[in-house]
């Protein structure tokens, strides 16, 4: 009777922990994006989105971080486009060219997987030393080099992930009807296009966040880049720069641009959250 | 008909040249890797060549002005913050991935799956804002009074705090991917034998997966340790070894990103810092590759 009792008391203990512990992180989650968009629309304005910094901008005058927005948007954009160029046929080539018990796919996946944890201040700092070895300023190709180099792991991974379960049913009645392996690719690519949506989204969200890889590499600049040998502006860096300032304003500029950032940042979470939903019937 | 003939040559020839082109993308990761550790080692040379391993590493003395670099400060500095990470984030994500594949139902976790997904997928810079605009101001208000005299708020605590809450979705959803490997059958019959849900949770599901949750930890704190912006914004950078909760410290990212722009000017910084890096790689490759070896063999097993 006894160790009945103290059974259930114990279960109920670990219960009411667990709870306490997934009401934590649901409190946290809503406690920072709560924190940044309150702050973040205190500060807001149409000028901030729509304007370069003006004259006197870092003493609090008038101006926004529209320099910021197009900058990480030329970033992010050509290297989502280079980085799926890339990792799509590695992904083919891992799921179909290559067999399940294959030693480079193996050693591939590790590879990709290491990287994937790989520091983004480590990456900064690697493209940085390229840079240098080819004699390279801080500019936009440099930025759209190193958040290419960041994201495509994270690409391979989640495209990967979406590919293993791929019934090979399907590859078989493409080589079936003698289609080659890579006229199969059509095939596959139809099938797993959530997948690749899903992690274009991912891949496109930690790009525009990341403000320690190009910090080295694409630099600050007031203005929008014409060419690719300019610097660039990014999101993030409007942000942390900007928060170091000393004047009030200059700050609320910093949480307006967090505020920007943040709300990009939720609509691709739950746009790729959305697709994974809607489009694929397995897993939750 | 020749004309047939050729075509399906030159669709064999599409076919290799493709095989080609891929194998060597695939290979290219592997290759940079190696180029990575090579690239940042190369760099790292004249200071390795002007100080002595030991020093480099034990050494507090951080003078890069007369060329002194001790970086014992910042590697004490990226230990406190990120060992008091992993120890808050750890029991909440554990009991959070528990919850949520033996006990939650499907309705709770379409609710709680996209929140840690957002928890994901938010900035480090944001995390940033949210520590200085948050945590550190409690710090300096509420706790650090009860302790000590004054504090700026600007704490090993506070990125601590920061860094904690950053590693909590990585943490929860390989958590959550290790349990529902464990097969159902087990848990069934533990069921059966009239254990309770948490006995079996924790004789069953727990006992089957240390290896898995050895690695997924080994995992966040690499993850942990290479954080660089949002920890750099509520850390206090000062350069020195912190001795309690309260201190200032200096971990060796924030040191990386803090002076990216002065470290051409003086000779052998530039060398100091990619040295810096090459530590925070050397240690993340190899923290990554036990973790996911372990990871992986855990997963072939269970298919």
């Not at chain 2, 406190?80 to 709770?108: D, H, K, N």
């Amino acid at each position: 009777m006894n160790v009945i009792r103290s059974k259930r008391i114990e279960e109920l203990f670990f219960k009411v922990l667990m709870l306490a512990a997934t009401m934590l992180v649901f409190a946290l989650v809503i406690s920072v994006v709560w924190t940044v968009l309150s702050r973040g629309s205190r500060a807001m304005s149409w000028d901030m989105i729509t304007k370069l910094p003006g004259g006197g901008f870092y003493i609090g005058k008038e101006g926004g971080f529209l320099n910021a927005i197009v900058g990480s948007l030329y970033i992010v954009g050509a290297s989502a486009c280079i980085g799926l160029l890339i990792s799509v046929p590695v992904v083919f080539y891992l799921n179909v060219y290559l067999k399940k018990t294959s030693r480079l796919a193996y050693a591939a996946r590790l590879a990709f997987d290491v990287l994937f944890g790989v520091p983004s201040i480590v990456y900064g700092a690697f493209g940085f030393a390229i840079m240098v070895f080819l004699g390279l300023r801080t500019s936009l190709l440099g930025g759209i080099i190193v958040i290419t180099l960041l994201i495509i792991p994270i690409f391979i991974r989640s495209m990967d992930e979406a590919t293993r379960n791929f019934p090979h049913d399907i590859l078989d009645a493409s080589f079936a009807l003698g289609a080659t392996r890579w006229e199969t690719l059509k095939v596959v690519v139809r099938q797993i296009a959530p997948g690749i949506a899903t992690a274009t989204l991912l891949s496109v969200g930690r790009a525009i966040g990341d403000a320690a890889s190009v910090m080295f590499t694409a630099g600050y600049t007031d203005s929008i880049p014409t060419s690719l040998s300019q610097p660039a502006a990014t999101l993030p860096l409007a942000v942390f720069f900007q928060l170091s300032s000393p004047v009030p304003e200059v700050q609320d500029r910093a949480y307006a641009a967090a505020l920007v950032l943040t709300l990009i940042v939720l609509i691709l979470s739950i746009g790729g959250r959305f697709i994974t939903s809607r489009f694929s019937k397995n897993k939750l | 008909m020749p004309n047939r003939y050729e075509m399906i040559q030159r669709r064999i020839l599409k076919d290799r040249v493709a095989q080609g082109t891929m194998c060597g993308l695939t290979v290219f990761a592997i290759v940079f890797l190696a180029a990575m550790a090579v690239g940042l080692y190369i760099k790292s040379v004249p200071v390795l060549e002007n100080h002595s391993l030991f020093s480099l590493l034990g050494s507090s003395e951080w003078k890069p002005m007369k060329g002194e670099f001790g970086f014992l400060p910042f590697i004490a500095g990226t230990l406190w913050v990120t060992g008091l990470a992993i120890i808050m984030a750890l029991p909440v994500s554990l009991l959070t991935g528990i919850y949520l594949t033996e006990y939650a139902r499907p309705a709770v976790r379409k609710m709680v799956f996209p929140a840690l997904d957002i928890l994901a997928a938010l900035p480090s810079v944001i995390y940033g804002v949210w520590g200085m605009l948050v945590i550190v101001p409690w710090i300096s208000e509420r706790v650090a009074p009860h302790f000590i005299e004054f504090s700026s708020g600007y704490t090993v605590l506070a990125a601590g705090i920061v860094l904690g809450v950053m590693v909590v979705p990585l943490l929860v959803s390989l958590f959550i991917e290790i349990f529902t490997n464990v097969p159902v059958e087990l848990r069934e019959a533990s069921l059966a034998l009239g254990a309770t849900r948490w006995q079996t949770t924790r004789k069953v599901v727990l006992r089957k997966t240390i290896a898995g949750m050895l690695a997924a930890t080994v995992l966040a704190v690499s993850r942990a340790m290479g954080e660089t912006i949002a920890v750099l914004m509520v850390c206090g950078c000062v350069v020195g070894i912190p001795s309690h909760l309260l201190d200032a410290c200096y971990p060796i990212p924030a040191l990386i990103a803090n002076n990216y722009g002065e470290m051409l000017s003086m000779p052998l910084y530039e060398s100091a810092l990619m040295f810096a890096a090459l530590i925070l790689f050397a240690v993340v490759l190899i923290f990554n590759l036990l973790s996911r070896i372990v990871l992986y063999r855990l997963e072939r097993r269970s298919i």
